[in-house]
């Protein structure tokens, strides 16, 4: 396993409904902006991926998967509708480039997160075992 960071961090982009109050060429503007500030991320590289995410899908849950329901629902403001996954210098920059986002004026938010370089329950997992036999 590599002992070099990576620095990944994923953007979430929340809330699907913030569109709806502007006019069709106001939405052009803005979907523009949303394009150009994608393709600047490019070009600098700090932008590994990123794809909107459609309005449906299922929910998942109870033991064995036993539950599952139609979701996510689209009126809802913590639906997320897209990602970008960003390779860059630590939270601070990230957190950055979130700021420049066209579409947080219109009500939309923004989620920052760092990516693990492995799954935070295993690691501590492994600590708790390695604790327990020293």
Same mark, same amino acid.
Not at 80 to 89: C, E, H, M, N, S
């Given at each position: 396993?590599s002992?070099?960071k990576? &620095?990944?961090?994923?953007?979430?982009?929340?809330?699907? *409904?913030?569109?709806?109050s502007l006019s069709?060429?106001?939405? *052009? +503007?803005?979907?523009? *902006?949303?394009?150009?500030w994608?393709e600047?991320? &490019?070009?600098q590289? +700090?932008?590994k991926? #990123?794809?909107?995410l459609?309005r449906e899908?299922k929910?998942?849950?109870?033991? &064995?998967?036993?539950?599952?329901?139609?979701?996510?629902?689209?009126?809802s403001k913590?639906a997320? #509708? #897209?990602?970008f996954?960003? *390779?860059?210098?630590?939270?601070?920059?990230?957190?950055a480039?979130?700021?420049? %986002?066209?579409?947080l004026?219109?009500g939309?938010?923004?989620?920052?997160r760092?990516?693990?370089?492995? %799954?935070?329950?295993m690691k501590?997992?492994?600590?708790?075992l390695?604790?327990? &036999?020293?």
């Amino acid at each position: 396993m590599s002992t070099e960071k990576k &620095n990944e961090f994923l953007l979430l982009f929340r809330g699907t *409904q913030w569109h709806k109050s502007l006019s069709p060429e106001e939405l *052009q +503007k803005v979907m523009g *902006q949303f394009m150009g500030w994608f393709e600047k991320l &490019n070009q600098q590289g +700090k932008l590994k991926t #990123g794809q909107p995410l459609e309005r449906e899908g299922k929910l998942v849950s109870g033991k &064995n998967g036993r539950t599952v329901a139609d979701g996510p629902f689209a009126e809802s403001k913590e639906a997320i #509708g #897209g990602y970008f996954l960003l *390779q860059v210098a630590d939270m601070d920059e990230a957190v950055a480039i979130a700021k420049q %986002c066209p579409v947080l004026e219109y009500g939309s938010v923004v989620e920052v997160r760092p990516v693990a370089e492995e %799954c935070p329950l295993m690691k501590q997992l492994q600590e708790q075992l390695a604790h327990a &036999n020293a």
